[in-house]
């Protein structure tokens, strides 16, 4: 979806006292282990996919800085936000759609609080992706388990969350592809999304050139056995894996972001 183009990247170096924030991230003890990433090919086009098993990986949600309320915009402000803190990332990606306002475009929970609420509304040809519908939520549960639902199924269920996003499309749903996807659709694009295989094991995948929504979907449910899976953004995407670099969309196509999933470790 468009994006606003005047926003300029940050790349300030933020001296800030040590903040609660981090001691709220679930599993702050957990080993400065690498992330499970590999990078594999399905239907002759290469994704980088990276599996987090949650018991070991504290996986969390980062989108403005809790002593300026600056949004952090890209991954290296937030990989240096987490080193003045005594923090090394060790994984992270985009969130999610967001709006002309770089706000997430639905909703957003970070450590136990609904910065943005649930976006039921449908039909805005402005949410671009997002009006695809079924769209969804991935949310990590204050028990640690994750899950993703359409947003419908997420709202009837009412349970409350510790991080949450919500995007759109729905590439998966209970075994099934998105009944809206075009097996031979043109729209090509770089394209990320995350699946929770169980409730601990969560897999974030990204395309390494453009792909269609019908082949992204079918990398979830016959590639990587996911019933049901979300779509997270386009041709913006890209995913950081510590002692890997960046994988994704190409650097020059990169504009700031709103939420940004992070797994961090103290130093």
Not at 180 to 201: H, I, Q, Y
Request: a neutral charge; charged letters at 20%.
């Amino acid at each position: 979806m468009p994006r606003p183009s005047s926003i300029a990247r940050i790349h300030r170096w933020r001296r800030l006292p040590l903040l609660a924030l981090l001691a709220g991230v679930a599993g702050c003890s957990a080993s400065a282990r690498a992330p499970n990433s590999r990078e594999l090919s399905f239907d002759g086009q290469n994704y980088r996919v990276v599996t987090l098993d949650l018991k070991h990986d504290p996986l969390s949600l980062h989108w403005r800085d809790p002593a300026s309320g600056d949004a952090y915009g890209d991954i290296e402000t937030l990989q240096q936000w987490g080193e003045a803190h005594g923090q090394r990332l060790l994984f992270a990606t985009n969130a999610g759609i967001y709006d002309h306002q770089s706000a997430p475009l639905g909703l957003y929970v970070e450590n136990g609080k609904t910065l943005v609420p649930l976006n039921m509304a449908h039909g805005n040809p402005a949410s671009g992706n997002f009006s695809l519908l079924p769209n969804g939520v991935f949310a990590i549960y204050p028990d640690g388990h994750a899950a993703v639902r359409t947003s419908a199924e997420f709202k009837a269920d009412g349970k409350p969350v510790r991080w949450a996003t919500q995007s759109g499309p729905m590439l998966v749903i209970a075994g099934q592809l998105n009944p809206r996807f075009v097996d031979d659709s043109g729209s090509l694009k770089w394209r990320s999304g995350v699946c929770a295989k169980t409730p601990d094991e969560v897999v974030f995948a990204v395309s390494e050139v453009p792909v269609n929504f019908h082949g992204f979907a079918r990398l979830f449910r016959d590639k990587l056995g996911c019933r049901d899976a979300l779509y997270l953004d386009g041709s913006i995407s890209q995913i950081f894996v510590n002692g890997e670099g960046y994988a994704g969309a190409p650097a020059f196509l990169v504009k700031p972001y709103a939420g940004i999933f992070a797994v961090f470790v103290p130093q």
